[in-house]
Every structure is written in structure tokens, then in C-alpha cells.
């Protein structure tokens, strides 16, 4: 992907899909430094991009990335849109003025029901899109709806273009820079692994583990959830895309070629 007069350009050299939202500084223009992630707490991709192009919201971002990598980019990246709210980081204030917003299509925090989660809104969830995690910014557990691998890898190369393009400085949350009003992206998002990809860091490297037994792979992270294709046998390999706790979200290679996307247990795994 690629940025054209601050528009979002997909790889087959098609703009992305556009919508404009009228929740925008009129006339004026940012210098962005920062992409500061989101999620939604909304019930679907179109209801939150009906919302954020709606005059009565008064709240906006630059683009919305949903479940299946889909994409509706509502303003320039260079309108001051508003995602931000009161905000500070590193001496910057208001950081409407000095960022790009993104938010993921993402239910927020989830309460627990007899077969799976419930969010805010009353809307139902499977075991395997919830987990269970402590906030960093207050420490108490709660539910978290997770993110997907198609809304991951969509959000690092656009994240990626835009760090090219702008000469972005760093990708924080709505929670560092809001840290008492808001919870997220929230400890569901594994930032350490989007910030080093769309950074490009040095820790940027793909982790790349194989079997070091014959590998139980399975939908969500824990023997509760079920098994998603026969085991792996030893010696396969597979690169790391995410972490709960000793469980690690992985993409299964055949050669360089990516066959399946689940999890497996740290225990029974080795670098490569
Ligand atoms: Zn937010």
C-alpha cells in the first residue's frame, strides 16, 4: 500500500474506499508525527463508519479497519480529525493536531456469559474472541474482545505507508495518551508487535519458531479450545504473530508458503 495526496492507495493501485465525515477542523491541516490506534466499542464495521460520518457523533478518525481487513478511509490524513480528545504525549498536547487515528472494528470490554462473552450493547461472542487480561493503565482483569490476524496485518501496512510517507515518530494508543478516560486498544492489541513491524525497528525481526514435538494447534489460546486441523508434526515452523500468557498465536509455513493461523503452547516450541 501506499499514501497519494493523502490518500490510502491499495496494492492493485486502486484508492481505498472513501467516505468523507463532516467531523473535521474545517480549513485546517495537520503535520502528523503520531498514528494513535483505536478500537471502536461499536457493534460492526458499518455501524461505526455510519457513526463517525454522522454530524451528531462529533468524533471521527482517519480510517476504519474491520474484521476481515476491510477498510473505509473518512478523511485526508492530513485533516484534523477527531479521535484524539484531551490527550498528551511527550509534551505534546491535543493530539488531534499532531496524529493520524485509526480504529479497529472491536467490541472493547466483554463480560462473561455460560458459552462465551457478552459486550456492552448486549451483543453475543464466542469463547475464542474474548480473553481475559488485566489493563495497564489500572490493573483490574476484565474481558477483552481480541483482534483479528485480517484486521492485524491490514492495519501494519497501512500503518507502514504511512510511516514512509509522513515520517511518523511512534504508534501509541488511545490509552497512553488519554491514560484516566480511555481503555484502548486495551492489552487485547499486541502493540509491541504492530509498533516494531510498522516501525520498522530493530526488534523488527520475524520471530520464527518450529515444533520441537508433534504440536496440538488449536483456535484460541488453551487445551478448551478445539483442535483446528490435525497435529503439526515435529520440526515444523511457524511464525509468532501474538501472545497470551505461555499460548502463542502462530502462522504455520509449508516451505515460505502460510497454511494455517492458530495457537500453540510455548512449551513446545523452539527458535529457529
Ligand atoms: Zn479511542
Redesign the pocket.
Known sequence: MKIEANRLILDDGQSAPFRQTPNISQGRTIDPQYL?I??TAGSSFDSSVNWLTHPDAQASAHLVIGRDGEIMQLADFTARTW??GKSSWRGLNGLNSHSI?I?LDNAGILTRTADGWRSSFQKTYPEADGMEAAHKNDGVMRGWHRYTLNQIEALVAIGSALVREYGLKDVIG?DDIAPHR?T?PGPAFPMDMVRARIMGREDDREERVKATAVLNIRSGPGTRFDKIRPPLPKGTEMIVTGEDGVWIAVTVLDGDEPTDTGWVHSHFVAEV
Request: glycine share 10%; net charge negative; charged share 30%.
Open positions: 494513535v483505536h478500537y479521535h484524539a487515528g480504529e488511545h480511555k484502548d
